[in-house]
């Protein structure tokens, strides 16, 4: 049929209104919810809980950054809890067997790209749905560690192990550096890389991707593998800062990650759209907002129910984004 | 049924439907009479698909009106008012829920009740097998899910449904498009049986042959106009096809002598010998020539499109051999393909043609982001550069910055182009290159194809259902039919008529072994 199709250039004013919806809108957000917090408790306006609030988001920041590639890929990964669970306590297992704290983190590491790449398979070549895949390997990971450790707490890790949670650097914890290079690292990887285009691309149009010559079975499988290994990340922070490993930690964590990347603009009803920086303000908007609502003594009840209005005001900014891409 | 003297079913009266800058439906007029069953003909975008939605309530018409049994069909038609006038239309893509029991599909929403609320299942299904023995089709267990069913028994189905709503008009649109031969013959009966129940049938089809073995009468529509309806027992195929194209176009013959292809041996950029996907295409052969354009035509579902997805890797290649510039390749992937130096640009640039979601110069790079990144890390500075480059030498109108969903269709298409001319192939594969595509910039693009054919070693294959755009670019045709390459025209004897007649002629000749 002949439909000619005369849209037009963007308007400067409708770009503008863009990148505030997309881009800067939680960065608005964050200022604003700091203005408020800040206003309402002298306690909160200090230096010591501004590092707090860091170090706090220090763990789902990480698997949040693993979560945005999977989710700009076009899928979702809720198994990263799990993979915190059972990286850990293998990790710390090891650490008590050899007291060896470096080889107990590199084990732990390891098996969160076996658990990520165990995943991607699964998905890109065998085919089954994301969804479907990690919310089965949430309960197999998870279930994995309980049978391993018989439900018990690894405790009595080496000192060491505690270096990353309570070491500083330049007046800042170690755990946000570790942090921060991560974001380094994953926005080089997004943004200024040749993969990370063909991350974005399979995302937006997998059938285009592929005719275009992408290895999209590649591409899917390396961002589970990215979050499997940022997932066990995540986990040997939190084996520092609990200096110990746990079959139960990590778990929501999924929930959080994707809570992050979607306040960030990263969006779960359309691949290929988002970026790691969203995902970093996402997770200090998350655990600002937490750390707030405790100081401000707000019940634990009723910091869930923040947390749900918020996701839902950041999908429906998504919603809007896209109408106005229109 | 109505006795009315002499009075036509369905009488549509001037009416037409536009488009931006098109005039889709340009004042139709046309009468067809109870148990008539009308072959309705023309070319792509002819208006056929148009007028045939007006009626069925899938568009509303800009003017005129329609009648049937003397009724009006109001302007803002739905396909729910329509089947309330008796207007049913069965198109190539059943609409059927699959999931679902025959009897259920056949009476959907119109379910016998007990009750009011309960439905009644004994009755649904003797109903239902009540309507398939008006088909001859009660051989269907009305149990069975829809798709359980073989694709003619489905379409059975489909009809059967229409019927049951008391359905005076039914339109066919490309009804065989996916039959074998037997399956034609059947469906053949059932449109007899329709006839023979005064139920007007509406025939869509590119198929000469069949459109003389099924149809009383045939409408010919061009450029959104209706041109004449004759009947088939005073025609021939000739008479019907000058009735398509219009005689003006007769001194189309362009490309004779101007033909600069050394057909020779030494010349050959690929040779295919006898690929076959072992289902839909059956052992294709051909060669193409450096600096040729070779032309595929055939009707829809002449698998033209699988042909070239299969060349390109898209879909598996199951025996034959492919050679590029005399060396063996192996197809396996896109990918793989690329690295052979063949380009597939897809007939469907949105679905898989291009990123929308990206920006004009990310989607000009895609597929060899190599040429513009050092160890992996990009020069996005080089993408602007490259982007701007064919902006100019391609007319694209549109920020490198923004997206390409943005764009216009022939903006995004002249995209689509970029980057295949940035992937360095030799062999470019342009499938329904103009399509939804204005007239400007069909000029442009080909004079895309034919620049890029020029480049010594380098030869296009042009996919397209538009016979004068074969005459308009190609140096050769490959006529195809059902999955076969039926007929080569040389390069001295491309005409539009020439072409028209194969094509239409060949369709339905290829018999299903």
Redesign the interface.
């Known amino acids: 049929m002949p439909s000619t199709a005369l849209s037009s250039q963007k308007t400067t004013s409708q770009i503008v209104k863009e990148q505030i919806v997309g881009k800067f809108g939680v960065i608005i957000g964050l200022i604003f919810l700091f203005a408020v917090f800040g206003f309402l408790s002298p306690a909160f306006r200090t230096w010591g809980n501004v590092t707090n609030i860091l170090i706090q988001s220090g763990t789902n920041a990480v698997i949040a950054a693993g979560m945005t590639f999977v989710i700009i890929a076009g899928g979702t990964d809720l198994s990263v809890g799990s993979t915190v669970a059972l990286s850990s306590v293998i990790g710390a297992d090891i650490m008590i067997k050899t007291g060896n704290v470096g080889l107990g983190i590199i084990v732990s590491l390891f098996f969160g790209l076996v658990c990520g790449a165990f995943n991607g398979v699964l998905i890109a070549y065998i085919g089954l749905p994301p969804f479907i895949v990690t919310l089965s390997t949430m309960w197999l990971y998870r279930g994995i560690a309980y049978v391993l450790t018989a439900g018990q707490a690894i405790v009595n890790l080496p000192e060491a192990n505690m270096k990353l949670a309570l070491g500083r650097f330049l007046g800042l914890p170690a755990i946000v550096w570790l942090m921060l290079f991560v974001y380094v690292i994953c926005y080089i990887v997004l943004a200024k890389l040749t993969i990370g285009r063909k991350i974005y691309a399979t995302g937006d149009n997998n059938e285009s991707a592929r005719l275009s010559g992408i290895n999209v079975k590649g591409i899917k499988t390396l961002v589970f593998v990215i979050s499997g290994f940022l997932a066990a990340l995540g986990g040997v922070i939190l084996m520092s800062r609990l200096n110990s490993g746990q079959p139960v930690a990590g778990q929501s964590f999924e929930m959080s990650a994707i809570a992050a990347a979607v306040i960030g603009g990263t969006s779960m009803t359309k691949g290929g759209v988002g970026g790691i920086s969203g995902t970093l303000i996402g997770a200090l908007f998350i655990s600002t907002l937490l750390n707030g609502l405790v100081i401000l003594n707000v019940s634990s009840f009723w910091q869930q129910v923040f947390m749900g209005v918020v996701v839902l005001c950041a999908v429906a900014l998504d919603i809007y984004r896209k109408q106005l891409s229109k | 049924m109505s006795k009315q003297i002499s009075k036509p079913l369905l009488e549509i009266r001037n009416v037409s439907k536009y488009?931006?800058?098109?005039k889709?439906l340009d004042d139709v007029s046309l009468d067809i009479e109870a148990g008539e069953v009308m072959a309705l003909l023309g070319e792509n975008?002819a208006g056929k698909?148009?007028l045939m939605k007006v009626l069925s309530g899938a568009i509303a018409r800009d003017g005129g009106d329609v009648y049937i049994d003397g009724k009006s069909l109001p302007v803002n038609n739905t396909p729910l008012t329509a089947r309330g006038y008796g207007v049913a239309i069965i198109y190539q893509e059943l609409s059927l829920l699959s999931q679902l029991s025959v009897a259920e599909n056949i009476y959907l929403t119109q379910e016998p009740t007990v009750a009011g609320k309960f439905i009644d299942y004994k009755k649904l299904h003797a109903q239902a097998k009540g309507q398939l023995a008006k088909l001859e089709a009660s051989h269907i267990d009305t149990h069975l899910k829809v798709e359980e069913l073989a694709l003619p028994e489905q379409q059975m189905v489909e009809i059967a449904k229409a019927l049951a709503v008391d359905c005076r008009v039914i339109i066919m649109d490309e009804p065989t498009t996916s039959l074998t031969w037997e399956e034609t013959d059947r469906l053949f009966d059932v449109v007899r049986t329709l006839r023979s129940q005064g139920i007007t049938v509406i025939y869509i089809s590119h198929r000469m042959d069949e459109i003389f073995q099924i149809a009383d009468t045939a409408a010919v529509m061009r450029d959104g106009k209706f041109v004449d309806k004759v009947k088939i027992s005073e025609t021939d195929s000739d008479a019907i096809v000058e009735l398509m194209t219009g005689k003006l176009l007769e001194h189309k013959d362009r490309r004779v002598g101007d033909c600069k292809v050394r057909y020779q041996d030494d010349n050959v950029v690929m040779d295919v010998r006898d690929i076959t996907d072992g289902k839909q295409i059956k052992g294709a052969s051909f060669k193409l020539y450096s600096h040729e354009v070779l032309g595929f035509g055939g009707l829809i579902g002449s698998k033209r499109t699988e042909l070239a997805r299969m060349l390109?890797g898209?879909d598996k290649l199951q025996d034959g051999k492919i050679y590029v510039s005399g060396k063996p390749v192996a197809s396996g992937?896109?990918?793989q393909?690329?690295?052979n130096k063949i380009g597939?640009l897809?007939e469907n640039r949105k679905?898989?043609?291009?990123?929308?979601?990206?920006s004009l110069k990310?989607n000009t790079v895609?597929?060899d982001?190599?040429a513009v990144?050092k160890m992996?890390?990009?020069n996005f500075g080089k993408i602007s550069q490259i982007f701007e480059d064919y902006k100019k030498s391609i007319n694209i109108k549109?920020?490198a910055d923004?997206?390409v969903?943005?764009?216009?269709?022939g903006n995004q298409q002249k995209v689509a182009i970029a980057?295949w001319l940035h992937?360095g192939c030799d062999v470019l594969i342009f499938d329904e290159p103009t399509r939804?595509i204005?007239v400007a910039a069909k000029a442009e693009i080909y004079t895309l194809i034919r620049r890029f054919a020029d480049q010594e070693g380098k030869a296009a294959i042009v996919i397209s259902s538009d016979v004068a755009e074969l005459v308009d670019v190609c140096d050769r045709v490959l006529v195809m039919s059902r999955g076969e390459i039926v007929e080569e025209i040389q390069p001295d004897d491309i005409s539009q008529d020439r072409l028209l007649k194969s094509i239409v002629r060949k369709g339905g000749q290829v018999k299903h072994a």
């Open positions: 488009y931006p800058g098109v889709a975008g698909s148009t390109f898209a992937a896109p990918a393909a690329i690295r597939y897809s679905e898989e043609g291009l990123n929308l979601g990206m990310e895609l597929i982001m190599g990144s992996g890390y990009i549109g920020f923004a997206m969903s943005s764009l216009s269709g980057k992937a939804g204005d």
